[in-house]
């Protein structure tokens, strides 16, 4: 690895390392078909696919930027869209005419690098493009600074809207299709009340709810919880340990929680200050076992994984640390990973 994978962190104020060691092993490959449960019989079930599991903004080999859909008889939903998320989501042989919904977890780049290109890139009825409304569900504005506020994620759009213009025009102009401002149904999230959760969409397949989670210096990261009849799916977002993701995560049938293993970023020599950012912002192993045993969570599957290369930390060694407090079973999150929650 050449640079820190910290979310939003300016190496040079923060990092004194220097490079990692390089590993004698090969170029991980990056995954192209799905693995994992096979699919289930029954065409209504419930399934989750890991699009992404990497944790960044700095790409890394093996492992693509945060992404998940859930997928309930023929709808889809996704959390995040990190960097790769649309060539994932087809080569998991989804259509982006079943995209209903995507929530953003928080306005970090490695979650939201590609959301604009699933319809940039995927728009209109050709090729089961994305032709019917989408709501997007995400963080406010951030007025921390006052004189240099920042948007949020209906300003996100409405900026990306603005800037591929010309882009847009054409193909409206080349084809008959729903003009894509039509589409994109943005929605900027209020934080509930600490401890509270806030119903964010709901449909005849799914009610998801979403909880305020502690990821400094942001002012806003959510969890959010899937609600369906096949099952419950809960997301912990970018998050320290908390108390109110073992909440949101009570009963879950499938807990998909981020982690990083500080350890590793300290043997290369960042500073402490960075260090400190990292065990504020995220969650070790050890501690994901910790809540998943809390919370009641029947299965544990780790994405947004830091070190994002599965060359510098094993499977193995994931599993381990997290089995050591928490005795369900622990899928180590890959790309392109399908699991099946069962009730």
Known sequence: MSHPTCDGQPAADLCTCGTAAPSSLAVPPDPVRVTGDTPPDDPTALSVILLGTGAGPYPAPGRQGAS???????????????????????????????LRAVFLTHLHSDHTADLFNLFLLGWGPANDGVNQPVHIAGPGPDHTEPDRPQPGTEGLLTHLLAGFGQDIAVRLRTSTRTPLADLVRAHDLVSPPPGRDVLVYEDDRVRVTAREVPHPPLHQSFGYRFETDEGVVAFSGDTAYSDSVGELAAGADLLVHETMEPDFYR?????????????????????????????????????????????????????????????????????????????
């Open 68 to 98: 998940t859909a859930v997928v309930v008889r023929d709808r889809t939903y996704l959390v995040d869209a990190g960097y790769g998320a649309l060539r994932k989501y087809a080569q998991a042989g989804l259509r982006l005419s079943d």
């Open 267 to 343: 043997g290369l020599g960042y500073s402490d200050r960075l260090l400190d950012f990292l065990t504020a912002s995220h969650t070790a192993p050890g501690d994901v076992g910790r809540l998943a045993t809390a919370a009641g969570a029947r299965r544990v599957a780790l994405s947004h994984i830091g070190p994002p290369d599965p060359r510098e930390v094993g499977d193995d060694d994931w599993t381990r640390k997290v089995a050591a407090t928490y005795a369900g079973p622990v899928v180590v999150g890959h790309d392109l990973t399908r699991l099946v929650p069962a009730p």
